[in-house]
């Protein structure tokens, strides 16, 4: 299924802005594994010197940043499997905030990190790939909007794709 085929009520207008950056014909699985191997590329490429870097006090360093990616779509999929099998309990959100200095991703290597990230998006891709047509339509509530099955995947393309334009931006990368 196309990201194209989403509907307003599948997604809390909040992810709106995620959503607006993942092109209108990416198909879920397909663009799930492509963006995977695309960032896979720009992560292994930080240079050594920007990975504790920080643009402005207070504010991240790569390596907290790639930390969030890899808890938010770990966070995210796990929603995905209690909605795909028809769990409806309302899912809270999760602080981020508190996330971050907890994860020590500050102490961790770059590579840790890579490898996480890769068995995690692997694991979500085989997870998404035993979801029926009609689980992926499942529609649930988490963090106090609604969400669907097939909404999540590209929720955290546009997630990803948002904080890789940070990076550029702030951290020159």
Same mark, same amino acid.
């Given at each position: 299924?196309?990201?194209?085929?989403?509907?307003?009520?599948?997604?809390?207008?909040?992810?709106?802005?995620?959503?607006?950056?993942?092109?209108?014909?990416?198909?879920? *699985?397909?663009?799930?594994?492509?963006?995977? %191997?695309?960032?896979?590329?720009?992560?292994?490429?930080?240079?050594?010197? %920007?990975?504790?870097?920080?643009?402005?006090?207070?504010?991240?360093?790569?390596?907290?940043?790639?930390?969030? /990616? *890899?808890?938010?779509?770990?966070?995210?999929?796990?929603?995905?499997?209690? *909605?795909?099998?028809?769990?409806?309990?309302?899912?809270?959100?999760?602080?981020?905030?508190?996330?971050?200095?907890?994860?020590?991703?500050?102490?961790?290597?770059?590579?840790?990190?890579?490898?996480?990230?890769?068995?995690?998006?692997?694991?979500?891709?085989?997870?998404?790939?035993?979801?029926?047509?009609?689980?992926?339509?499942?529609?649930?509530?988490?963090? %106090?909007?609604?969400?669907?099955?097939?909404? /999540?995947?590209?929720?955290?393309?546009?997630?990803? %794709?948002?904080? *890789?334009?940070?990076?550029?931006?702030?951290?020159? /990368?």
């Amino acid at each position: 299924m196309k990201k194209k085929t989403l509907a307003k009520n599948e997604y809390d207008s909040y992810y709106q802005l995620y959503l607006n950056l993942v092109d209108e014909e990416t198909e879920l *699985i397909q663009g799930f594994k492509e963006e995977h %191997k695309k960032n896979l590329h720009f992560y292994q490429n930080i240079p050594v010197e %920007k990975l504790h870097y920080q643009y402005a006090e207070g504010k991240w360093t790569p390596k907290e940043v790639f930390q969030h /990616i *890899i808890d938010t779509e770990r966070i995210f999929c796990y929603r995905a499997l209690r *909605i795909a099998r028809k769990d409806f309990t309302e899912l809270p959100g999760f602080d981020q905030d508190a996330y971050v200095p907890n994860s020590y991703a500050n102490l961790k290597s770059l590579e840790q990190l890579l490898d996480e990230y890769s068995s995690l998006r692997l694991a979500n891709i085989s997870l998404y790939k035993g979801f029926s047509n009609e689980i992926l339509k499942n529609l649930g509530k988490a963090s %106090k909007g609604p969400v669907s099955v097939r909404a /999540i995947p590209f929720i955290l393309m546009g997630h990803e %794709k948002h904080h *890789i334009n940070i990076f550029k931006e702030k951290y020159k /990368i």
